[in-house]
C-alpha cells in the first residue's frame, strides 16, 4: 500500500490558478503510473491527468476538459507530484484525488489505480 496526501486545494476566484501537490513515499513516483482525478458529490470520479511510472513516456495524459490548462509535474527530490491548474472555471470545482498505479503505464480508469489519497477541495467561484 502507497501513502498518498494530496494538498493546495483552496478556493478561488475563475481565471485563476491553484497547485496541488501529491507527496508520495520514496522511489514512488519511478515505480508507479501516477494520476489526478476528481470527484463531484454523487458523482463518479473523473480522469483529470496521468503520467507513466519515471515519465517513460514524454507527453502526459489529459482529459479533454483540462487539456491547455492544467499541467501534471514531479519533483523527485521532493517524492511530490503536482497539478498545475491554470484558468481554473467552475466547472472545475470538486475533490482532486492523487493515485498510484502498481504498473508502468497510465489509464483513464480510476478502477486501475490501487492507491488513493484522501483529496483536496478545490472550489471556484464565478
Given at each position: ?37 476528481r470527484q463531484i458529490e454523487g ?15 514524454q507527453a502526459a495524459d489529459y ?64
Open positions: 500500500q502507497v501513502s498518498l496526501v494530496e494538498s493546495g486545494g483552496g478556493l478561488v476566484q475563475a481565471g485563476g490558478s491553484l497547485r496541488l501537490s501529491c507527496a508520495a513515499p520514496k522511489s514512488t513516483l519511478s515505480r508507479y503510473a501516477m494520476g489526478w482525478f458523482k463518479q470520479r473523473e480522469f483529470v491527468a496521468a503520467a507513466a511510472a519515471g515519465w517513460i513516456q482529459a479533454d476538459s483540462v487539456k491547455g490548462r492544467f499541467t501534471i509535474s514531479r519533483d523527485n527530490a521532493k517524492n511530490t507530484l503536482y497539478l498545475q491548474m491554470n484558468s481554473l472555471k467552475p466547472e472545475d470545482t470538486a475533490v482532486y484525488y492523487c493515485a498510484a498505479r502498481t504498473v508502468f503505464t497510465t489509464t483513464t480508469d480510476p478502477g486501475g489505480y490501487d492507491n488513493w489519497g484522501r483529496g483536496t477541495q478545490v472550489t471556484v467561484s464565478s
